[in-house]
């Protein structure tokens, strides 16, 4: 399977190979530092990777941690964000994927990420593309208006 935005690398297989779920899942929750709001698939697409080449989720049930805490959606800030991706890293469950992601949108909302630069990059080469793509289409009408007019002076001899 092609993906658009997750390249498994050397290092990725490696672990694959050896079968060390904590450093994999090191790996998955540096993606999602990296791409606090989840603007590109590369972080699904990951995860989708290495669950389909271990045959099977790295996902835990969840359970309460040692200091773990939890504050109102208006203290939301980086340092609580990095907490979260600690106690991701040390409990990986769906429950707290979802908190990371909540968290991650509305902390990092405005701010540039590795993740909002990439997908901007994705967009570049497409809005060339239609803009050659119209410059040849004005180019091929004019062409067709230049000859359509030759072929009237020559039949009337304007």
Do not use: H
């Not at 540096?30 to 590369?42: K, L, S, V, W």
């Not at 993740?115 to 803009?131: D, I, L, S, Y």
């Amino acid at each position: 399977m092609e993906y658009k935005y997750f390249k498994p690398s050397i290092q990725v297989n490696d672990l694959i190979k050896s079968n060390d779920e904590m450093a994999l899942i090191s790996i998955l929750v540096g993606i999602i530092n990296r791409d606090p709001t989840f603007e590109t698939t590369r972080y699904d697409e990951a995860e989708q990777y290495i669950s389909s080449k271990i045959g099977k989720s790295l996902k835990s049930e969840y359970k309460a941690l040692p200091g773990e805490y939890s504050i109102s959606e208006e203290k939301w800030d980086k340092e609580y964000y990095r907490m979260l991706l600690v106690w991701l890293s040390d409990n990986y469950c769906d429950e707290r994927l979802e908190q990371v992601r909540q968290v991650g949108k509305i902390v990092y909302e405005r701010e540039s990420t590795w993740g909002k630069q990439e997908t901007a990059n994705f967009v570049v080469p497409t809005t060339r593309k239609m803009k050659e793509r119209r410059t040849n289409v004005v180019g091929l009408i004019l062409m067709v208006l230049v000859a359509i007019i030759v072929i009237v002076r020559i039949y009337f001899k304007i």
